[in-house]
């Protein structure tokens, strides 16, 4: 899975903005992997680090760049809904299929721990084929689709509601 790949997973830092946007612009343009139509501006980084769970935002840097990003956010803010959080990453095109999500997802599930956090969830586009099966190998179990609720470069899509508990 990671072998020959040098891998460094470490809290994002602030010089992290211009390759997280980047890793996250290219399933904007791309893919429904990611729900905007239009690129998001560098200042997206700093309300994304706003947004994130504290002590939750990770990057993960492969063969010397930058490889794929991960965080939590609130389900939801009510103090009743703490220990369910939501998960988002996303792993640069030329790193799939390498174990960089699966690193993510438990930095995620052992920060989550730490956090009361016993409950992830995932929300995923229908047309996400590869992230919903991601999700399945790695536990979670659909729970719920909000159905044609998104309109993406004209083609109507689904959000796919996955949860795992740990």
Known sequence: MLEGTLTTLRPVDDGDGP???AIMNHYIINSFAAYPEKEHPLEMF???KQMVLPG???VVEADGGLAGFAFLSSF???PTLVRTAQVTYFIAPEHTGKGL???LLDKLTEVSRHMGVDNLLAH???LNDGSI???QRNGFE???EFKNVGRKNGKDFSVVYMQKFI
């Open 133 to 135: 099966r991601f999700h």
């Open 46 to 48: 700093g309300m994304l």
């Open 124 to 126: 995923i586009s229908s």
């Open 142 to 144: 659909t729970c719920g």
């Open 19 to 21: 390759d997280v946007l």
């Open 56 to 58: 939750s935002f990770w």
């Open 76 to 78: 939801l803010r009510a």
């Open 101 to 103: 999500g699966v690193l």
